[in-house]
Every structure is written in structure tokens, then in C-alpha cells.
């Protein structure tokens, strides 16, 4: 799937994410974020398919988010997750977590 293709654009950001699927892995860097799914730059600890549980969390913020997803991608490199089943209070804060790590970024690229 290419870039332009995308659904829901990927933002960076200073997150990080305990999850919780066939192992238990915590405080695990997020490498990018959408509204649809994150992905881990590093190898995949899940095999695609693989549902699980995850807490977003954005620490300068000071702010968690719990969600559910199922690993879409899972290589040597990376592993991606497609949030699946989110309430309309789990999407408007993801939303407004996104905007929120957008702004802060503006800010610090302008210092």
C-alpha cells in the first residue's frame, strides 16, 4: 500500500505503549501513530493476526489511552497494528492526543 493511498495519515510521535497480546511488552516506543493503527520500529514480537490489548502513552501529556488492535505487519523491522472496535471517546481522544503531539512538535520546531 503506498503513501498517498493511506486512509489515515502517520504522524510521529513521543509515545510509548504497553501491550498486551501473546506476551506482555511495556513501555515499548511508538516509531508513528494514526487513527487507524501504530506502528513499532523494531522487530515484531506478535505474528500477524494476533489480537491486542494496548495503553498509549504520551508523556508530555501526562495523558493514556487504552485501545484495542490486531497486528497487521510483523517483520524482522517493524510491527503494525490496526486499532480495531474504538468507542467514539476512544476516537475523539486519539484525535485530539494526535493534534495535541502536532501542536507541541510546531512549538518545538520554532524554538
Do not use: Y
Amino acid at each position: 500500500m503506498s503513501a498517498e493511498s493511506r486512509l489515515h495519515p502517520r504522524f510521529a510521535v513521543d509515545a510509548r505503549a504497553d501491550v498486551i497480546g501473546e506476551e506482555v511488552v511495556l513501555s515499548h516506543p511508538v516509531a508513528d501513530l494514526s487513527m487507524g493503527g501504530c506502528r513499532f520500529g523494531e522487530p515484531a514480537w506478535e505474528s500477524p493476526g494476533t489480537l491486542v490489548q494496548i495503553v498509549i502513552t504520551f508523556p508530555t501529556l501526562a495523558a493514556n489511552l487504552p485501545l484495542a488492535g490486531r497486528v497487521v505487519r510483523a517483520t524482522e523491522h517493524d510491527m503494525g497494528l490496526r486499532f480495531e472496535n474504538l468507542t467514539d471517546e476512544q476516537k475523539w481522544a486519539l484525535r485530539k492526543h494526535l493534534r495535541d503531539v502536532q501542536r507541541d512538535n510546531v512549538q518545538r520546531d520554532k524554538s
